[in-house]
């Protein structure tokens, strides 16, 4: 508060008859008129820069410049320590807001400051990740910030339950627009792939290109990989050797998303579209083939906290130049992130108990979510979990080209698998989630692989 304090003498330890002048405060004024009138941000200063380059700030910092009241400067000086702190560069960002002073300074005048905290040059890292019915260990080495401008260059090294790989990848965002942004890749690969008794390394690099337009997300990505396949086991059936051996896939690649959903594990609103094409044999290898697919989502919150969720996958690889389809490139389907209370991909065509993909599929799902009952928890541990009531359907098959739509429609209707039941979900962050769902499977034909009763499901990506 601007107001003189209560003076009283005894309080004071002075005299009641004593004059004491109380001068107004210097800034008594000038308050007033940030309080109530426009303002001018003069000056935005960055403090405590080593090698990061300046240019690299101007383009995250500029709208604070726009600002034209004292409320407006604080969100825009927010909202600009958001970006800074995005860029991956900086540990701490603090923001100072104070009135201009010196020659030339107005009153109303605003001075906005950025106290930064760079990272080290060289940083490590060691954690868990969790992906689709599978765990791993990754450790990492960084180098933030590398020539100056949030350039990022990290070597990962990821041993998994069924994958294994090292990589080493350049991150170089444009300034302004950190949406918009290279990497470069060179990486190795080993899978293990015990539905199909196959292993596969793979030896590649890539380039890719992620920008914005409008409400949507593009990548445009350039792969070539050395692929060695082979049998996990003697028991291998004759179709999986077969495809052992080495092979070369050159492909250009495009992938679209939008995304309004408010979360991408526990969403109550929003829909999710996501397309890829991939075009592979125009740049070399010996792949050739044309992959399309996609993935819908929408959510409705309803009464009670409860979220209806509606989803449905799609795909259709086509080969090219009289080629056949490698089982690396098929599609796969079934398992507890996909079509529940059915085995871990053992969906679709298969030889001697390998299942080997097919080259067009389609999955539906219809989601019920809602609270724990009697909601233990609430605002708190108890907001991590939600009851899961399902249905979902699905088939995978192989089709003859040489056919119209009609045909290729009719025979992805048949021999129809599908699922219902329930369980209960648990949210790990915003990245991954874990399932614990009571299955009943119908539909189910001859060489499928089931699970029928309790299924447990770990992943990032679920129907």
């Known amino acids: 508060s601007l107001d003189p304090l209560p003076m009283h003498g005894r309080d004071l330890g002075v005299n009641p008859d004593d004059m004491i002048e109380v001068p107004e405060p210097e800034h008594a004024a000038k308050q007033e008129i940030l309080e109530n009138k426009d303002v001018v941000v003069q000056h935005v200063n960055i403090q405590g820069l080593g090698r990061t380059k300046e240019d690299l700030l101007g383009h995250e910092i500029s709208d604070v410049f726009h600002a034209k009241n ?25 923001v100072l807001i104070d009135t201009s002073e010196g020659a030339g300074a107005l009153p109303n005048g605003l001075d906005v400051i950025f106290e930064v905290t760079e990272v080290k040059r060289l940083t490590g890292s060691y954690n868990t990740m969790v992906g689709n019915n599978e765990g791993s260990m990754v450790l990492g080495v960084k180098l933030p910030n590398m020539l100056g401008r949030a350039e990022k260059m990290t070597f990962q090294f990821s041993y998994g339950t069924k994958e294994t790989s090292y990589g080493l990848s350049f991150f170089k965002p444009q300034p302004g627009c950190f949406e918009r942004n290279l990497v470069l890749n060179l990486y190795k690969v080993t899978g293990q792939f015990p539905w199909s008794s196959l292993k596969e390394t793979d030896r590649g690099l890539s380039a890719e290109l992620n920008f914005p337009v409008g409400r949507s997300s593009h990548t445009v990505k350039w792969e070539g990989v050395w692929r060695e396949l082979g049998c996990l086991a003697r028991s291998a059936s004759f179709a999986v050797r077969e495809e052992s051996g080495h092979s070369l896939k050159s492909a250009l690649s495009h992938s679209m998303s939008v995304d309004s959903r408010n979360s991408a594990i526990f969403p109550n609103r929003g829909a999710l579209l996501r397309i890829n094409q991939e075009l592979a044999g125009y740049t070399g290898g010996d792949a050739s083939f044309l992959k399309e697919d996609f993935e819908l989502q ?19 690889l086509y080969p090219l130049g009289g080629h ?10 079934g398992g507890p992130t996909s079509v529940r209370g059915f085995g871990m991909y053992s ?4 030889s001697e108990g390998d299942y080997l993909g097919g080259e067009a599929y389609w999955a ?13 928890g609430k605002g708190g541990f108890g907001d ?4 899961h009531f399902f249905l979902n359907a699905g088939n995978l098959c192989n089709l003859n080209y040489g056919e119209g739509p009609k045909a290729h429609l009719q025979k992805l209707a048949e021999c129809l698998r599908w699922s219902y039941g329930a369980g209960v979900v648990l949210r790990l962050g915003n990245i991954a989630r874990l399932e614990l769902n009571y ?12 699970c029928d009763g309790v299924q447990f499901g770990a992943g990032i990506r679920f129907l």
């Open 70 to 94: 004292l409320i407006d400067v604080m969100k825009k000086a927010h909202m600009a320590r958001q970006k800074l702190l995005r860029l991956g560069i900086f540990k701490e960002v603090e």
């Open 298 to 316: 929408f959510n409705k919150h309803l009464f009670l906290d409860s979220v209806l969720s509606a989803s449905l996958w799609g795909g259709m």
């Open 324 to 333: 056949s389809s490698c089982i690396a490139d098929r599609f796969y389907l």
């Open 347 to 350: 969906i679709g065509p298969q």
């Open 364 to 376: 539906g799902g219809l989601h019920l979510y809602t609270p724990l009952p009697f909601r233990p």
């Open 384 to 387: 991590l979990f939600r009851t």
């Open 439 to 450: 299955c009943v499977p119908m539909g189910v034909q001859s060489g499928d692989r089931i």
